[in-house]
Nanobody, 118 residues
């Protein structure tokens, strides 16, 4: 079992920044992928960004050049730096843990609310 704890959500004005963190604990594999998803009311959950244990990253087109995902392997923590936030970024953000041999995440965090509003 792997536990994921997210932090860093909140309310920010358009153009502002937030940094989300996801810390994993428990029976962590030597190789895994941490993925950040978001879900806005009435919308499907969408993949925002992910990072592998060897540092490869992937971003949704809607957040490229604004969001940066990074990892601190010593702390089993993945961060999502979000800049130039816009109202359409408002959603609940979830981190997830996916094993490379599985097509879907196996574990999910509880989610953290990000609201972009003036």
């Amino acid at each position: 079992q792997v536990q994921l704890v997210e932090s860093g959500g909140g309310l920010v004005q358009p153009g502002g920044s937030l940094r989300l963190s996801c810390t994993a604990s428990g029976r962590i594999d030597s190789k895994y992928i941490i993925q950040w998803y978001r879900q806005a009311p009435g919308n499907q959950r969408e993949l925002v960004a992910d990072i592998t244990t060897d540092g490869r990253t992937n971003y949704a087109d809607s957040v490229k050049d604004r969001f940066t995902i990074s990892s601190d392997s010593a702390k089993n923590t993945v961060s999502l730096q979000m800049n130039s936030l816009q109202p359409e970024d408002t959603a609940v953000y979830y981190c997830s843990y996916r094993q490379p041999w599985n097509s879907r995440p196996k574990y999910w965090g509880q989610g953290t609310q990000v609201t972009v509003s003036s």
